[in-house]
C-alpha cells in the first residue's frame, strides 16, 4: 500500500519499506536522507506540509521520508531538491536509495558481481539470474510460494536486472555458464516467455567473454549433484562462492570450502557439453520450442 499523492501527482513519490527489519544498511541510508531532506526543508524555512505542497506530494509523504520509513523515489528528490535549493545534495542519494530498496542479499551479490573479473556459475532448477529475461524472471517470482506482492515482485526483478550490466561493463569479466538441459526444455512462463529467454541465451553466448554449457540429462557421472552453484573472483585475487536454496543464501570466503566448490565447478564443466557443442543444442531446442 502507497500514501496518498498529492494533487497533480500520477503515482507515489515514495515506497514502503521493503527491506528486512534487520537490514541496518539500508535503514541508516534512509535516515541519512531523511535528515537531509529535513536540514534542507528548515533550512528553507518550509513546514512538511508546504514542502509537499511545493512538489506535489502529501504531507504524509515527506514525513514518512524525513523519519527514515519510506524510500523517496528519483522523481521526488529531484523536486525536492529544486524546491529547497539543494544543489544536487539531495538528487544524489536517488542511485543509492533505488538499491536499498532490494533485498539485502540481492545488494550483496550484486557488489560480489560489481567487483569480479572472473564469475563461474551452475544452475539446476531455472536459468542463471545474469541470463533471465525480465519476462522470465517476472514469471519465476509470480510462481513462488507463499505469494509474494506485485511492488515486491516488481522490485525484485528491476533488482535482477540492473545486475545485467555487468555485460556492458569495461574491463569485461570472464563469465562461465552451466545449465542443466533441464532449465532450458522446461517452458516457465509460457512459450513465448520460453522462446525469448532461449534466444537471449543464444544472444549472451556469442560474446567474446562469455562461455556457456549444457550438461545433458543423460549424463551418467555428474559432479553437480550437490546443487547450483557460483564462484566469483575479484580484482584484489581475493574469491568468494554462493551457494542459494529455497530461501537461504550463503557466501562461502573459507579458502578450503573455494578449493572445493572450484573443483567441483572445474569437473562439472569438463563433464558439460563444450561451448560450441551447447549453442548448437541450445538452437536446436529452439527449434523445437
Not at 533550512?43 to 520509513?69: D, F, K, N, P
Not at 522462446?195 to 557421472?221: A, F, H, S, W, Y
Request: net charge negative; aromatic share 6%; with cysteine.
Amino acid at each position: 500500500m502507497t500514501d496518498e499523492v498529492g494533487a497533480g501527482r500520477s503515482g507515489s513519490g515514495t515506497e514502503r519499506q521493503d527491506w528486512d527489519d534487520g537490514d541496518e544498511e539500508a535503514s541508516a541510508l534512509l535516515k541519512t536522507v531523511g535528515r537531509q531532506l529535513k536540514l534542507w526543508r528548515e533550512q528553507a524555512g518550509m513546514t512538511q506540509a508546504e514542502l509537499g505542497a511545493a512538489i506535489g506530494y502529501s504531507e504524509e509523504q515527506v514525513s514518512s521520508v524525513e523519519r527514515g520509513r519510506r524510500a523517496p523515489k528519483a522523481e521526488f528528490l529531484r523536486v525536492a531538491d529544486e524546491a529547497l535549493g539543494a544543489g544536487g545534495m539531495l538528487v544524489a542519494f536517488a542511485e543509492d536509495v533505488a538499491r536499498a530498496k532490494y533485498p539485502k542479499k540481492v545488494r550483496d551479490l550484486a557488489k560480489l558481481e560489481d567487483e569480479a573479473v572472473e564469475i563461474g556459475a551452475y544452475s539446476s532448477h531455472n536459468i542463471q539470474g545474469l541470463l533471465q529475461t525480465e519476462e522470465y524472471a517476472r514469471s519465476l517470482f509470480h510462481m513462488r510460494r507463499p505469494m509474494f506482492d506485485s511492488e515486491h515482485i516488481e522490485n525484485q526483478v528491476a533488482a535482477r536486472m540492473a545486475r545485467q550490466e555487468i555485460f556492458r561493463r569495461w574491463p569485461s569479466p570472464i563469465l562461465s555458464f552451466v545449465q542443466e538441459e533441464v532449465t532450458l526444455r522446461r517452458p516457465l512462463g509460457g512459450r513465448t516467455v520460453h522462446r525469448k529467454q532461449l534466444e537471449r541465451i543464444l544472444e549472451v553466448g556469442q560474446l567474446r567473454n562469455v562461455e556457456i554449457q549444457v550438461m545433458p540429462t543423460n549424463c551418467e557421472d555428474h559432479a553437480g549433484m550437490g546443487g547450483q552453484l557460483r564462484l566469483l573472483s575479484a580484482r584484489n585475487g581475493t574469491k568468494a562462492g554462493h551457494l542459494e536454496v529455497q530461501q537461504l543464501s550463503r557466501v562461502i570466503t573459507d579458502p578450503r570450502d573455494i578449493q572445493m566448490l572450484e573443483s567441483r565447478y572445474g569437473i562439472i564443466r569438463a563433464q558439460a557439453l563444450t561451448p560450441q557443442e551447447s549453442l548448437a543444442f541450445i538452437e536446436k531446442v529452439l527449434g523445437e520450442t
